[in-house]
């Protein structure tokens, strides 16, 4: 018997477009995205962690590991923890089951998503019910939000903080279609679906209107 040997070129090995290597990491990632949706969800202020010394009964969906997670990502990232743990889950889902060309670039868009979408939270009033000393986007958004209103400040507009704001809530639209895949051609698509269904829909509602109007004359 001969024995085989690969040579460099011949070795088999995972390439970032490999089915198999997306399909697991797809899921590793969507996994990941479960958990932090579920901890962060979950979170309750009492739980004991780092930032609550209690003997209270851990009330998160994930244990002690989710109270401690959701904590630090509630305290760091605000409302948009939740919005990269969902990030996640979509982008994982879509790797698993080989939607789209794989492209590092969309993950990084994603990855941007994350911060721009808690410096977004960050601009918006803080209810009184809400538990933490930081604002909608945590520590993170604060920060964001506070050097992204300098230009608007510096250029003495009026509301530099409502136009901060809305020029943010755009980059994280921008980063979050993107990661998607989501292109102009699309959004041009989607208008014409829209109004070919609302024609539709009102010519319906023409027609019925039409029955019942000679129902009621009879």
């Not at 851990?58 to 605000?78: I, K, Y």
């Not at 670039?105 to 918006?124: E, I, K, Y």
Request: glycine share 12%.
């Amino acid at each position: 018997m001969t024995d085989y040997a690969y040579e460099d070129d011949d070795a088999p090995s995972l390439s970032v477009s490999d089915p198999v290597w997306r399909i697991l990491t797809g899921a590793a990632a969507f996994a990941i995205g479960v958990f932090i949706c579920g901890s962060v969800g979950s979170y309750v202020p009492t739980d004991p962690s780092w930032n609550a010394a209690t003997d209270a009964e851990v009330e998160n969906l994930f244990g002690g590991s989710g109270a401690v997670f959701a904590d630090l990502a509630r305290q760091s990232l605000g409302w948009s923890s939740w919005t990269a743990g969902l990030a996640l889950m979509i982008g994982g889902a879509m790797r698993t089951v080989l939607i789209g060309a794989p492209r590092i670039r969309r993950w990084l868009q994603g990855f941007l998503f994350v911060p721009l979408s808690a410096a977004f939270f960050a601009a918006w009033p803080v209810p009184q019910s809400w538990p933490l000393s930081a604002g909608l986007g945590g520590v993170v958004g604060d920060g964001l939000y506070h050097f992204a209103s300098m230009p608007f400040r510096a250029l003495m507009l009026p509301s530099p903080d409502t136009w901060a704001g809305i020029a943010l809530g755009m980059l994280a639209l921008w980063a979050g279609l993107s990661a998607l895949g989501f292109r102009r051609g699309d959004a041009k698509l989607l208008k014409d679906a829209a109004a070919t269904s609302g024609l539709r829909a009102a010519r319906q509602a023409h027609g019925v209107g039409g029955a019942l109007f000679a129902v009621l004359r009879v």
